[in-house]
């Protein structure tokens, strides 16, 4: 992957060219969209971060409305310079992080049906969207997303290694809780887009543990259930200035397993 310029990504013949078909969304789609969207945001004022409910404004997220990826595209254009691929659904880790090393997130475009709206098997537009996409209006979190993914990248080969790093993407961007003005907020887009676990992560019932770069790395996280420990991280610029230790304990842990 060193040896790769930047944006090679863009010419691998695995990277469909795909769009957003806004004009293939049924009626059932907006009336989907709708009720997940209803029915989460009224969570959001007193538990989500101040960066993620400026976020949906910047990107004029509404719930009549499917959110429009040509006009998220242009308004992220104007606030932090990412854009928004879109995927059949999930793409080999190479071309994820990838994608993100050259400021593009990853979504689908489709969403669930009326009789799926609790349970998917894999994450949908209104998670990719509305979860994910306010965050990357939020310039030291994006910054920390670009360079976690290259650092990724300089280690795609080692399955250990991606798995380590996996575990600092899922208790941040997944499921990462910050303090602000005292009180705990959420920003993990995991958390945010499931109203059970907003309420849940910010219950006294899971465990908060102060923003731990070796204890992430250490520890394993669950699928298929709410999380039973979360990482509280004081401010996103925190998480931006951590990638050096991430960097060095990732290759310790590596140095360490190759024994």
Not at 73 to 85: D, F, K, P, V, Y
Not at 122 to 136: I, Q, R, S
Not at 158 to 164: L, Q, R, S, T
Not at 192 to 203: C, H, I, P, R, V
């Amino acid at each position: 992957m060193t040896n790769k310029p930047k944006d090679w990504v863009f010419t691998d013949p695995r990277l469909q060219e795909m769009k957003q078909d806004y004009a293939a969304y049924t009626e059932e789609d907006f009336k989907v969209w709708k009720i997940l969207f209803e029915r989460q945001i009224v969570n959001l004022p007193k538990a989500a971060s101040i960066a993620y409910l400026e976020g949906i404004k910047e990107v004029n997220f509404t719930a009549d409305k499917i959110a429009d990826f040509e006009d998220v595209n242009r308004r992220l254009a104007e606030s932090t310079g990412w854009a928004i691929q879109v995927v059949p659904g999930l793409i080999d880790d190479d071309l994820f992080f990838g994608l993100m090393n050259n400021k593009h997130f990853c979504s689908s475009t489709w969403l669930r049906k009326m009789e799926q709206l609790d349970y998917l098997e894999e994450p949908d537009m209104f998670h990719d969207a509305f979860a994910h996409m306010p965050m990357l209006t939020n310039q030291p979190y994006v910054d920390f997303l670009e360079n976690l993914s290259g650092l990724a990248l300089k280690h795609i080969e080692n399955k250990w290694a991606i798995e380590v790093l996996s575990r600092i993407y899922w208790f941040t961007i997944e499921f990462g809780l910050i303090r602000e003005n005292g009180e705990l907020r959420i920003y993990g887009a995991g958390i945010l887009s499931s109203a059970g676990e907003t309420k849940y992560s910010l219950s006294d019932e899971p465990a908060h543990y102060e923003y731990d770069v070796r204890r992430i790395m250490n520890t394993p996280y669950w699928k298929d259930k709410f999380q039973d420990k979360y990482f509280i991280i004081e401010s996103y610029e925190q998480l931006y200035q951590s990638l050096p230790e991430i960097e060095s304990v990732l290759e310790e842990m590596v140095a360490e397993e190759a024994k």
